[in-house]
C-alpha cells in the first residue's frame, strides 16, 4: 500500500520464501531461525538488488533512459544485477568499478560477478578506490549525452530513496507471509552496507505499524557512520512514501564489529558460517554481505544475545555467485 503510483518494472520473482531452517536451528541450540529468500529474487542469480532495481529501472524508462550508468566494487552484486536489467530492458549498460579491495587474486579480477557482467556485455570502467563516484558518473553521463543518448544514473546499490523503495516493498511482503503463516518474529537480521535495504525495510515496518526490531550487520563502515547513513535514507524514503517521521534515530541500529579486515576481506567467523549453512541447510551466503551478517547472527546466538525461545528471520540478500571469485582464498575442508 505504501508503494501506489510509483514507476516501477517487474523484475524479481515475487514474494520469495520465507523458510524455517530446523537444521541450524538445532547446530546452534536455539533460538527458532527462519530465512527471507531474498537470493531468490531470480534476476542474473538473484539477489536483494533486484528489488531496488525495479523501481530504479522503472524511473529510468519513465524519464526516457536508453542508458544505465552505476557503480560498485569489482565483484559487486549490484553491477551484476544492474547490468542484467539492463538487458532485459533493452538498455546499455555503464558500469563504475572501484578497486576496493587490496592486493586482488587474479580469481577475484575475473571471475564470480566480473565474469557474469562481461557475460551481460556491460561496458566495465575501472577506478582507483575513493575515486569521487558521483564526479566520475556525471561525466560519462556527459559523454552519453554527447553521442545521443539519454543516461540515468543508478547510485551504488540502488541506494537511494527510489531504490529504497523495494524494501519498503519487502517489508510488507513479510508482514503478510507472517499472517498468512502465523508466524511471529522477535528480530530480523540482514547485512547493512550501502543502506538502502536496510532502511527501506524499516520504512516499511514503521510505515506499517510494526515494531519488529531490526539488526544490521555491518560490512564496511564503523557503527556510527553506518547507523546514521541508514538513518538519513530512511528519512528521505519515509517522505517519499508520505510517512514522514515513521522512523526513529533509535530504530536504526548497525552492529559493525563482524567486518573484520576490510570489506571485501575474508574473516574465520564468515568462513565459517557459509559452510554451516551449506552444511546444515543447503544454502549459499557469499563471502562479503550475506556471509558476514550470518556470522554476526551466529555469534549473537552463541553469546545468548537473543532468547533460546525467540524466532528470528534472517534476511538472505543474496550474492552466492561471489564465491567463486573467493574459491582460493576460502578455507575450505
Known sequence: MLLTGFP?????????????????????????????????????TGGNKTRKLEFSMGEAQDRGADTIITVGAVQSNHVRQTAA????????????LEHRVTNPTELYRTSGNVLLDRIFGANLREYDAGTNFDAAMEEVAGEIRAAGGTPYIVPGGASNPVGALGYVGCAEELLRQCDEQ??????IVTATGSAGTHAGLAVGLRGSDSDLPILGIGVNAPQNEQETKVFN??????????KPGCVARKDIIADCNYIGPGYGQPTDSMNEAVLLLARTEGLLFDPVY????LAGMIDYVRQGRFEKDQRIVFLHTGGAAGLFAYGDILNIN
Open 233 to 242: 535514507l530512511a528519512v528521505e524514503t519515509a517522505d517519499l512514501v508520505e
Open 182 to 187: 502465523d508466524v511471529v518474529f522477535d528480530h
Open 8 to 44: 516501477r518494472v517487474l523484475l524479481a520473482h515475487l514474494p520469495t520464501p520465507l523458510e524455517f531452517l530446523p537444521r541450524l536451528s538445532e547446530a546452534l541450540g536455539g533460538p527458532e531461525i527462519w530465512v527471507k529468500r531474498d537470493d531468490c529474487t531470480g534476476l542474473a
Open 85 to 96: 536489467a539492463a538487458c532485459k530492458l533493452g538498455m546499455r549498460c555503464e558500469v563504475l
Open 290 to 293: 550475506s556471509g558476514k551478517a
